[in-house]
């Protein structure tokens, strides 16, 4: 018996071992680790839209920690503070999700006027990814809703909506251009029961500094035809977005706008997750 047992013994020591799970089930030690999660993918910083979208089923925040921008107009300044302002996106099918942004806190403060207190508008949007994900060449359509959850003087107090159609494309040297034409559908500013056309476009190039750190820089212009005057605006932009991990980003950035109707100086700073 000694011997049979000294026979079988190295055929016992060459079994591969066994681990336990966190679970308490045991696991050949030799199974192979989970895949790693794909890289979050946001539509910040910037002003720009991304044409990727949420995984199916998982919830992704995007949120401003601090987001301050100043517009002076006939030499009176107008402060406007956001506290956190996230987007809250959920992944419906593999090319689709839906998005609902809501600033819970903000202030509009008006040189020699006041200060006005209160929640922000209510945004709702649905995103449809119209290529493989892969693709060299992404596109997407966005369509929106706001309602007018705001008071008077921090909203207009007026249904609008509006399509986004964001682009990206990939090109050598780890860059990226993005191009996201966009139209709205605005409240006249004399007679608010009527409708207006505002035409967007930003033209965006992103470059992958290192595997976590991209920079982006940025034009975007704003052509609202109201009846009462046409409003032009235009700003040069520039942010830089630090991937933590997987499913965690830190950006910050800054507007800047290039004529006396856009808001002289934007800046923000925001985390995104997922989960």
């Known amino acids: 018996m000694k011997k049979a047992i000294l026979a079988i013994l190295p055929a016992l020591l060459a079994t591969p071992a066994l681990a336990q799970s966190a679970s308490g089930q045991t696991a050949p ?3 192979p680790a989970a895949s790693a999660p794909s890289p979050i993918c ?5 002003r720009s839209n991304f044409a990727c979208t949420v995984p199916d089923g998982a919830v992704q925040i995007e949120a401003d920690g601090f987001n301050w921008s100043r517009l002076t107009q006939g030499g009176v300044a107008t402060d406007t503070v956001l506290y956190t302002n996230p987007t809250v996106k959920l992944g419906v099918t593999s090319s689709t999700d839906i998005e609902a942004n809501w600033v819970p806190y903000e202030s509009v403060h008006t040189q020699g006027v006041g200060t006005l207190r209160g929640v922000g508008d209510l945004v709702l949007r649905l995103k449809q990814r119209l290529t493989p994900a892969d693709a060299k060449v992404s596109i997407a359509i966005l369509p929106y809703i706001k309602a007018p959850t705001a008071r008077l003087g921090i909203g207009n107090g007026q249904w609008e ?6 682009a990206n494309i990939a090109l050598p040297k780890d860059f990226t251009l993005t ?3 966009e139209v709205d559908v605005l409240a006249d500013g004399v007679d608010p029961a009527r409708r207006h056309v505002q035409v967007q476009q930003v033209v ?14 940025e034009l975007w ?3 609202n035809f109201d009846p009462a005057g046409t409003v032009a605006q235009y700003s040069a932009d520039f942010a830089f977005a630090w991937l933590m991990r997987p499913t965690l980003q830190l950006d910050f950035g800054g507007n800047f706008g ?3 109707a856009t808001p002289g100086a934007q800046l923000y700073v925001g985390v995104s997750t997922r989960f």
Not at 161 to 166: F, Q, S
Not at 204 to 209: D, V
Request: charged share 10%; no cysteine; net charge positive.
């Open 29 to 31: 030690a030799t199974a």
């Open 42 to 46: 946001t539509d910040r910083p910037t």
């Open 161 to 166: 909506g509006g399509v986004i159609i964001p």
């Open 179 to 181: 191009l996201v034409p």
């Open 204 to 217: 965006n190039l992103g470059k992958a500094l290192t595997p976590t750190l991209t920079l982006y820089g």
């Open 221 to 223: 212009t704003a052509q």
């Open 258 to 260: 290039l004529n006396k």
